[in-house]
């Protein structure tokens, strides 16, 4: 049993190993990273949203598809960057303040 997507037959075993794959993957930035520095997280999902961006201009589904994607995920990495450094401070100004308090 297959799916047409994009012109080509791919077999829900194929489907079902790369959404395993990136399950694995984003678990992993999870408890490396993203448990310990919240502050990273709209980075993060720029460059994941960035990734992907383009691959849906691909099929061009209207004359301006593929560069829209690609001009959008030019975008997305640096707000993600923008805004991971203006909550920088906040989550430093939070966590100065819950120390004091324990303290």
Do not use: C
Not at 11 to 17: G, Y
Not at 19 to 37: P, Q, T
């Amino acid at each position: 049993m297959s799916m047409i997507v994009t012109g080509r037959a791919v077999s829900i075993d194929l489907w079902l190993d790369t959404a395993a794959a990136n399950s694995d993957l984003m678990l992993i930035v999870y408890v490396l990273v993203l448990r310990h520095d919240l502050t990273v997280l709209p980075l993060t999902l720029g460059i994941s949203a960035a990734t992907g961006a383009p691959a849906n201009g691909i099929p061009q589904a209207y004359p301006g598809a593929l560069p829209a994607g690609v001009l959008a995920a030019g975008m997305l990495v640096p707000v993600g960057w923008w805004l991971t450094g203006r909550f920088r401070p906040i989550a430093a100004a939070h966590a100065a303040e819950s120390a004091g308090a324990k303290g």
